[in-house]
């Protein structure tokens, strides 16, 4: 053992030399957590898209869309709790939007040479939860506004 | 060598957190090779340094001077960040494999690139170190202060806050499996 312990001192070690950086990058929030929010943020307007998608694409009635609109329903009675479908299905997948955003985003300004930089880390995980969110969101918000012009206009 | 003796340094820092940038500027090239040596991946030592520092800018007002040198204090937060690491990932060697086969990263990032290129030419130390990585981070911790960072009983013990003779058990059981990895 001594023999072995006297070629680990022997050994040469990489001197991991590099100098100190001018800045140090830090996430705004933490990457791994951001995702998995995001992933919880998206599960109800997926699921309610995907009970959309089974009953009016594939005909598939399995009444999960039904008891979803009824409890939708009973919810717009409320006053307060009419909003929270929108929250649901707007509100929490433009809040994973933001929290991926800043997992992924660094910010600097050089007032010096009056220069906004923004670096982008590529963590895959995170841009897909921000891809997502982003998709639900124009998937109801053009609904809304299809919705809107077909009830202003009755042309559709 | 540091402007100020540590201890006033520390009273500075604890009354303009601004001076820390000294500490910063002293002490990041060591705390990022002891990281860079123990993770052998670039951008995992960088983030590892970083939160290294970052932590201890926030617990310095909260630093008490009980004799233990500030170097000892920030190498004992690195240990403990690279330790959290190797818990929650389990050591994976195709990162140490895309060393080893010379895989290009997309960034050019000419501080990476001679590191790797420097990882690459010690082959000896990435071979023990991939051993290395796979005993429990008591024996890695040990290891590599000793052998890596070349410090002796006392400031092991200093840095990890254990008993000397606890050092010398750990460094005794942990060179023995490391001799049994090595020789396998």
């Known amino acids: 053992m001594e023999d072995f312990e006297k070629k680990l001192d022997r050994m040469t070690i990489p001197s991991g030399s590099v100098k100190p950086p001018l800045e140090i990058k830090l996430a705004i929030v933490n990457a791994q957590r951001s995702a998995v929010l995001g992933i919880w943020f998206v599960a109800v307007p997926c699921y309610f898209l995907f009970c959309v998608f089974m009953k009016y694409y594939f005909h598939i009635n399995l009444g999960l869309f039904d008891t979803m609109v009824e409890m939708m329903s009973d919810l717009d009675k409320n006053p307060i709790m009419k909003w929270l479908s929108p929250i649901l299905l707007v509100g929490l997948p433009l809040l994973g939007i933001t929290i991926n955003g800043l997992a992924l985003c660094h910010f600097s300004y050089k007032p010096e040479e009056k220069i906004f930089l923004i670096s982008i880390r590529l963590r895959w995980l995170n841009i897909a939860v921000l891809l997502l969110s982003l998709a639900l969101i124009c998937i109801f918000m053009g609904y809304v506004v299809v919705e809107s012009i077909h009830h202003n206009t009755g042309l559709l | ?184």
């Open chain 2, 1 to 184: 060598m540091l402007p100020d003796p540590e201890q006033e340094l520390l009273q500075k820092i604890q009354v303009d957190p601004k001076q820390f940038g000294v500490l910063f500027d002293y002490y990041y090239k060591g705390i990022f090779g002891y990281v860079f040596r123990r993770v052998t991946d670039y951008d995992l030592a960088r983030d590892i340094a970083s939160e290294t520092f970052l932590k201890a800018f926030l617990k310095i007002k909260s630093f008490q001077w009980k004799g233990i040198s500030i170097s000892s204090w920030l190498y004992r937060i690195a240990t403990n960040e690279v330790n959290q690491f190797f818990r929650k990932n389990r050591y994976k060697p195709e990162k140490l494999g895309s060393i080893i086969s010379g895989e290009k990263f997309l960034i050019h990032d000419s501080s990476r690139e001679e590191l790797e290129e420097e990882l690459r030419r010690h082959q000896e130390f990435l071979q023990v170190q991939q051993h290395v990585k796979t005993l429990d981070t008591r024996y890695q911790e040990v290891i590599a202060l000793r052998f890596f960072e070349g410090k002796d009983n006392r400031q092991i013990a200093e840095i990890l806050n254990k008993p000397e003779g606890t050092i010398k058990s750990l460094l005794s059981r942990g060179i023995e499996k490391l001799r049994i990895l090595c020789n396998q």
